[in-house]
């Protein structure tokens, strides 16, 4: 069985993210989206509800593919993988930016456990998204419902009330 990983934070999910998980799991007999914890930033929504969030968006795609599942991941992305028997990593690529930082992971990851990682060009419609923008558009009242699963983009205007 063809497995793969799609690691992030995703808080929240967007539609560049939900992109790549759809176009994976089309090239895998599965995919799981790893839910990171990152003590290092402080998220809006819990690994719990971000879970949920990403598992509503999967299902609620006009493809909604049977083949991706959702799970946390508390710490080395390389560990995760080896502890499921997992041999590869699918990371979207927004801009050379980001090719920089991810080859250096990609690479690292491939030292420590043999672990691949393939790299998916994002959607050009997707290219300039990312999970804090849309956080920091909504937190100010801008529309970002193009760019969010509708699932997101509920939850992220109940917070925005709050």
């Given at each position: 069985m063809r497995?793969?990983v799609?690691?992030?934070?995703?808080?929240?999910i967007?539609?560049?993210?939900?992109?790549i998980?759809i176009?994976?799991?089309?090239?895998f007999?599965?995919?799981?989206?790893?839910?990171s914890i990152?003590?290092?930033k402080?998220?809006?929504?819990?690994?719990?509800?971000r879970?949920?969030?990403?598992?509503?968006?999967?299902r609620?795609h006009?493809?909604?593919?049977?083949?991706v599942?959702?799970d946390?991941?508390?710490?080395?992305v390389?560990?995760?993988c080896?502890a499921?028997?997992i041999?590869?990593?699918?990371?979207?690529?927004?801009a050379?930016s980001?090719f920089d930082?991810?080859?250096?992971?990609?690479?690292?990851n491939?030292?420590?456990?043999g672990?691949?990682?393939l790299?998916m060009?994002?959607?050009?419609q997707?290219?300039f998204l990312s999970?804090?923008?849309?956080?920091?558009?909504?937190?100010?009242?801008g529309d970002?419902?193009?760019?969010?699963?509708?699932?997101?983009l509920?939850?992220?205007?109940?917070r925005a009330v709050?």
């Amino acid at each position: 069985m063809r497995r793969a990983v799609c690691p992030g934070s995703f808080d929240p999910i967007t539609n560049g993210h939900l992109d790549i998980v759809i176009r994976a799991s089309k090239l895998f007999d599965e995919v799981v989206v790893a839910v990171s914890i990152n003590k290092n930033k402080a998220t809006l929504f819990t690994i719990d509800e971000r879970m949920e969030l990403i598992r509503e968006a999967v299902r609620n795609h006009p493809m909604a593919p049977s083949n991706v599942v959702v799970d946390a991941s508390h710490g080395l992305v390389v560990d995760f993988c080896r502890a499921r028997g997992i041999q590869s990593i699918v990371k979207g690529l927004r801009a050379v930016s980001d090719f920089d930082y991810e080859l250096q992971m990609a690479q690292m990851n491939n030292s420590l456990a043999g672990v691949e990682t393939l790299f998916m060009s994002t959607n050009p419609q997707y290219a300039f998204l990312s999970s804090s923008l849309v956080k920091e558009v909504a937190r100010y009242g801008g529309d970002v419902s193009h760019l969010v699963p509708d699932v997101v983009l509920k939850q992220l205007r109940e917070r925005a009330v709050e």
